[in-house]
């Protein structure tokens, strides 16, 4: 079992005229292999902050804290070398790479995170099976990465890595924002086929309860004002639906 385990971050970022903004007040989280933990705030609270961090984001600087992977300090490793440990982030806003095609940047990452090359024949076939779980046509792989992509395509594109590069957690930041009711299903059946198959830990950024439906967490987190304010099981998402984070934040203003 692996262990992804946040103590006391503290995040800043800096500011136009120079100046640091803390944004991550001291930030307590334990991830192992196999849970599924959502983190839920309102805008402007931190969520994605803490997303680029573990990740290794250079607009980020961790001031405080550590994060380390069944041991191992992750804030001292290179984002390739995050990647390899076994971090895997799906990002809110994919950037688009010209030139470089879905099934080229497929297999380069493949061989980057496990070191050598897949089998082709084989990796042919987990391609061409993952993206017809996701509903993608297979003319989708010779396209430019991210290149003309719908926020749909971007973000089963996301998720075509999640299946593929298998890692041991997978943060995916908002992965539901700009997602129809369909796109959110096939996207959700993906993330759910993952964790079925693997013993993946998955830490789920959302403002909003509907992915929920789809994708049932372990763990709920509500995380306000650079912290986590509260945290609970499922059932305390139905909550955040009923009332809102009023509460949460009028104490952290207090």
């Given at each position: 079992m692996a262990t992804l385990e946040i103590r006391d971050l503290h995040v800043g970022v800096e500011e136009a005229d120079g100046s640091s903004k803390e944004i991550l007040r001291g930030v307590d989280l334990t991830i192992r292999s196999g849970e599924t933990h959502a983190i839920m705030g309102p805008n402007g609270s931190g969520k994605s902050t803490l997303a680029y961090s573990i990740a290794g984001h250079p607009k980020y600087t961790v001031t405080g804290g550590s994060v380390t992977l069944d041991g191992a300090d992750v804030l001292e490793m290179s984002v390739d070398e995050r990647a390899r440990a076994g971090l895997f982030l799906a990002m809110q806003y994919p950037v688009e790479v010209p030139g470089v095609t879905v099934s080229n940047f497929l297999r380069t990452a493949k061989t980057a995170v496990d070191g050598e090359a897949p089998k082709l024949r084989t990796w042919v076939k987990e391609v061409r099976t993952a993206m017809e779980g996701l509903r993608m046509d297979a003319s989708f792989a010779e396209r430019n990465v991210n290149e003309g992509f719908s926020g749909g395509e971007k973000k089963r594109h996301e998720i075509l890595q999640l299946e593929l590069l298998k890692p041991k957690f997978a943060i995916l930041d908002e992965t539901d924002s700009g997602l129809d009711v369909d796109a959110l299903k096939v996207v959700s059946e993906g993330v759910n086929r993952v964790r079925q198959a693997t013993d993946v830990g998955v830490l789920l950024i959302t403002h909003y309860t509907r992915i929920l439906r789809y994708i049932t967490p372990d763990f709920v987190h509500v995380f306000v004002d650079g912290r986590v304010a509260e945290q609970?099981?499922?059932?305390?998402?139905?909550?955040?639906?009923?009332?809102?984070?009023?509460?949460?934040?009028?104490?952290a203003r207090s």
């Open positions: 609970g099981g499922p059932e305390l998402a139905d909550v955040l639906e009923e009332s809102g984070y009023d509460r949460f934040l009028t104490a």
